[in-house]
């Protein structure tokens, strides 16, 4: 059985629907500020960063709410919430949705503003779906998918005429990666896998699995068992992971209050890349005081790989998020080519991909802060 590629998820996290995700987060947040430490970040001011006009502008776009896609949430962005940063810095009102898998339809909808998506092929499977949505930021051009295989199979032609494990669907870069090694892939047993519980390969339920770079092999290693992991990148096979995508007539509309959102993002990720408990323990104390366990060494790891697969993986020349419309043409080609898209010719890569969003905020890689030499 050989299944259709489309678009899939990581079904670990926790599906909840978007009413109660808003009142989940709602609470979810005035737990967090009412403990979180005072803000340490560098940037400090006295009072908004930018001038009165963008800042009253910024108020007039009301409410910005961003759409956390999958499990606990980013910690930079929850951070900067917490700390008060979009406020106090971009005169932003922003708050975070959380534990929802139909980020992008409630984006598209305007019942929310920002959401992110797992890589450039999913954001032109939405526009093919004629969601109303536009990249704004693309903050690796590393895939995350990757694939496990038992202790024995050190090469993946092995795996001809055995069963792998995959989730929903086969993500493009690792048929691309299977095909490049040699191997007959019409010989594989594909068996969708709804438990996402990566012990069944090394329980010889499959003999290999579809997985997360910063995710599954984490949860092995942590119980001391042995895999193989196979990386598409090393095969030549190029990728991408996190797509900030905002609903397009909100930008059009609040071009500013976009801008000013991902710039703060951006800073706040540096600044939690220097300081990553202070950002892992305010999620860490939400998801705990929402009555849910939290596992910090394997959110701090994950985080970390995260953040590696970003620094090390922009455009030459380039700073964490900025994009071309040239830069997705490959994932695109690779859609057409493997029928995951009907309406080719209707995508205008130039209208998808907003690359002025984020080039504004870099000089020469380097991210351009206000009032700062």
């Not at 191997?183 to 997360?212: E, H, K, M, R």
Request: glycine fraction near 6%; include cysteine; hydrophobic fraction near 35%.
């Amino acid at each position: 059985m050989n299944p259709t590629h489309s678009r899939g998820v990581r079904a670990w996290a926790r599906s909840l629907t978007a009413t109660v995700a808003v009142v989940a987060t709602t609470a979810f947040l005035a737990a967090c500020s009412s403990t979180a430490p005072a803000p340490a970040t560098t940037e400090t001011s006295s009072g908004p960063l930018i001038d009165a006009a963008r800042c009253a502008e910024n108020e007039a776009a009301g409410k910005l709410t961003y759409v956390n896609t999958f499990g606990n949430p980013r910690p930079e962005i929850l951070y900067a919430i917490t700390q008060g940063w979009y406020k106090d810095n971009f005169c932003l009102d922003v708050d975070m949705v959380t534990d929802t898998k139909t980020s992008t339809q409630i984006v598209s909808a305007g019942t929310a503003q920002i959401t992110s998506t797992g890589s450039i092929s999913n954001a032109i499977q939405y526009a093919d779906a004629g969601l109303n949505l536009t990249a704004i930021a693309t903050l690796s051009y590393k895939s995350q998918y990757t694939l496990l295989t038992q202790k024995q199979y050190t090469d993946l032609k092995q795996l001809e005429g055995k069963t792998i494990g995959y989730h929903t669907i086969v993500p493009i870069p690792l048929s691309q990666m299977l095909t490049k090694a040699g191997v007959d892939v019409s010989t594989i047993n594909w068996v969708n896998d709804t438990t996402y519980n990566p012990t069944l390969l090394t329980s010889g339920a499959y003999d290999a699995i579809q997985a997360y770079t910063n995710n599954e092999p984490l949860t092995l290693k942590s119980k001391g068992l042995e895999f193989n992991e196979y990386d598409p990148g090393d095969y030549g096979i190029t990728g991408s992971s996190n797509v900030y995508l905002a609903n397009t007539t909100y930008l059009n509309e609040h071009r500013s209050a976009v801008q000013d959102w991902l710039l703060q993002t951006l800073e706040a990720y540096q600044y939690c890349e220097a300081n990553i408990d202070d950002c892992i323990s305010v999620v860490q104390k939400a998801v705990e005081d929402s009555g849910q366990s939290y596992d910090k060494q394997h959110e701090t790891d994950s985080w970390m790989l995260t953040r590696q697969a970003m620094d090390e993986n922009t455009l030459p020349g380039k700073g964490v998020g900025q994009q071309t419309p040239e830069a997705w043409q490959g994932e695109f080609i690779s859609l057409v080519q493997y029928d995951q898209i009907k309406n080719a010719r209707s995508i205008d890569l130039t209208k998808l991909v907003d690359s002025t969003i984020a080039d504004e905020l870099y000089e020469d890689g380097q991210l351009l802060w206000p009032g700062k030499d």
